[in-house]
């Protein structure tokens, strides 16, 4: 059974940063493509980041680009969210996804791609 767990979020000012982990459970973390996503509320959950299995590849939403990294460790089975700058429009809860089955060694985009999902993070960004 795949479990996601992340933590790190909370109350941040403007400019400020935080740093999202999410812990997974399951032996072949090293074969799964990860995702962040978010959903502010009255929003529908959108795409933040993700990163491929073996971590050489990585995508992000425009409007995170050059504030937020997404990294990944395969021998501690964890995904992590490097949250720079932050803006209070990045007010959201952060998801951690994973896709199981990854036959391409890219990343992916889209919600529907990912078969497990973590229970979310809130993150609030004060101006």
């Known amino acids: 059974q795949v479990q996601l767990v992340e933590s790190g979020g909370g109350l941040v000012q403007a400019g400020g940063s935080l740093r999202l982990s999410c812990a997974a459970s399951?032996?072949?973390?090293?074969?799964?493509?990860m995702g962040w996503f978010r959903q502010a509320p009255g929003n529908e959950r959108e795409f933040v980041a993700a990163i491929s299995r073996n971590g050489d590849s990585t995508g992000y939403v425009d409007s995170v680009k050059g504030r937020f990294t997404i990294s990944r460790d395969n021998a501690k089975n964890t995904v992590s969210l490097q949250m720079n700058s932050l803006k209070p429009e990045d007010t959201a809860v952060y998801y951690c996804?994973?896709?199981?089955?990854?036959?391409?060694?890219?990343?992916?985009?889209?919600?529907?791609?990912?078969?497990?999902w973590g229970q979310g993070t809130q993150v609030t960004v004060s101006s």
């Open positions: 996804a994973a896709r199981t089955s990854s036959p391409s060694i890219g990343y992916y985009r889209y919600d529907s791609s990912y078969n497990y």
């Open positions: 399951g032996r072949t973390f090293g074969s799964w493509a």
